[in-house]
T-cell receptor, first 115, second 117 residues
Framework: AQTVTQSQPEMSVQEAETVTLSCTYDTSESDYYLFWYKQPPSRQMILVIRQEAYKQQNATENRFSVNFQKAAKSFSLKISDSQLGDAAMYFCAYSRETSGSRLTFGEGTQLTVNP | EAGVAQSPRYKIIEKRQSVAFWCNPISGHATLYWYQQILGQGPKLLIQFQNNGVVDDSQLPKDRFSAERLKGVDSTLKIQPAKLEDSAVYLC???????????????FGPGTRLTVL
């Protein structure tokens, strides 16, 4: 079975600075997807960024980028130029390569952005 | 494009009572998911539908939980009877489900927060 682990229950960052959230996972599959989701207090789960395991290049989306280390089964999220609106719970998630597969989530990291 | 709709947003019930949640996925999305998110944890899949057929219900407590997706569109999730440990947010998500080799993003609804007293 696949597992996703987030070892940082809480993180904080000053506005305009950079923060990195950590995630490790376990799988026997060679092809899969990894995700970071953001969940603000409204509870709406929002996709931040996606990484295909077969791609060596790390995904980037504006201020958000990942460091994907396939051999180490590590998948961290870097948020640059942090903004107050980035404050939320962040979940790392895994999905098998087959489209339509379930998402397996980590426990989450609560990010606080200080003005 | 309208998103995934869920109702109610909040529900408070006594243990041993019954409760039902409703989900309307994005138009045209064939795959529908129900996730349970207990406070302080990540969401966990309860059941997945492809059109009106069940794809995965391995983590659904079938002695008390049931779900259906009539006509492959709306879905209802029912708990009967509820236990204290069922207190959680119930998230519905949908995706295209066309399986043509590219990833189908899951879009989530706002969830229903259930409190069992």
């Amino acid at each position: 079975a696949q597992t996703v682990t987030q070892s940082q229950p809480e993180m904080s960052v000053q506005e305009a600075e950079t923060v990195t959230l950590s995630c490790t996972y376990d799988t026997s599959e060679s092809d899969y997807y990894l995700f970071w989701y953001k969940q603000p207090p409204s509870r709406q789960m929002i996709l931040v960024i996606r990484q295909e395991a077969y791609k060596q290049q790390n995904a980037t989306e504006n201020r958000f980028s990942v460091n994907f280390q396939k051999a180490a089964k590590s998948f961290s999220l870097k948020i640059s130029d942090s903004q107050l609106g980035d404050a939320a719970m962040y979940f790392c998630a895994y999905s098998r390569e087959t489209s339509g597969s379930r998402l397996t989530f980590g426990e989450g990291t609560q990010l606080t952005v200080n003005p | 494009e309208a998103g995934v709709a869920q109702s109610p947003r909040y529900k408070i019930i006594e243990k041993r009572q019954s409760v039902a949640f409703w989900c309307n996925p994005i138009s045209g999305h064939a795959t529908l998911y129900w996730y349970q998110q207990i406070l302080g944890q990540g969401p966990k899949l309860l059941i997945q539908f492809q059109n009106n057929g069940v794809v995965d219900d391995s983590q659904l407590p079938k002695d008390r939980f049931s779900a259906e997706r009539l006509k492959g569109v709306d879905s209802t999730l029912k708990i009967q009877p509820a236990k204290l440990e069922d207190s959680a947010v119930y998230l519905c998500a949908s995706s295209l489900g066309d399986f043509w080799g590219h990833y189908n993003e899951q879009f989530f609804g706002p969830g229903t927060r259930l409190t069992v007293l």
